[in-house]
């Protein structure tokens, strides 16, 4: 699976981007799409996660109510909208995605489980 990102920018604090990844993946291939950002001086930290199998979506606390994770099983596409935007969710942010077969319908959360990763696109939010 290839992936490609974009969608980052610059925004004011409040405001809202929408981040986009297209993936290229073979005909059946089921992967789960997720989203992890990295701030400079800090670990890589997972934000959201939309599966494949049971389509269930998870966020990381910090974005519960804020952003909304999607894709288009069709299209091979997912997209991040975030809103009410913080300066702390500045990072660049990347998509990923992991194989994974029916018996795996839990969501990951580790970026360790995820085999395929995007270039990552900068979000950055003044205060």
């Known amino acids: 699976v290839q992936l490609q990102a974009s969608g980052g920018g610059l925004v004011q604090a409040g405001g809202s981007l929408t981040l986009s990844c297209v993936a290229s993946?073979?005909?059946?291939?089921?992967?789960?799409m997720g989203w992890f950002r990295q701030a400079p001086g800090k670990e890589r930290e997972f934000v959201a996660v939309v599966t494949w199998f049971g389509k269930i979506r998870s966020y990381v606390d910090s974005v519960k109510g804020r952003f909304t994770v999607s894709r288009d099983y069709v299209k091979n596409t997912g997209s991040l909208q975030m809103n009410s935007l913080k300066p702390e969710d500045t990072a660049v942010y990347y998509c990923?995605?992991?194989?994974?077969?029916?018996?795996?319908?839990?969501?990951?959360?580790?970026?360790?489980?995820?085999?395929?990763w995007g270039q990552g696109t900068q979000v950055t939010v003044s205060s």
């Open positions: 993946a073979p005909i059946f291939t089921a992967y789960d």
């Open positions: 990923a995605a992991k194989d994974v077969t029916p018996s795996s319908e839990a969501p990951a959360y580790a970026g360790s489980e995820y085999g395929y």
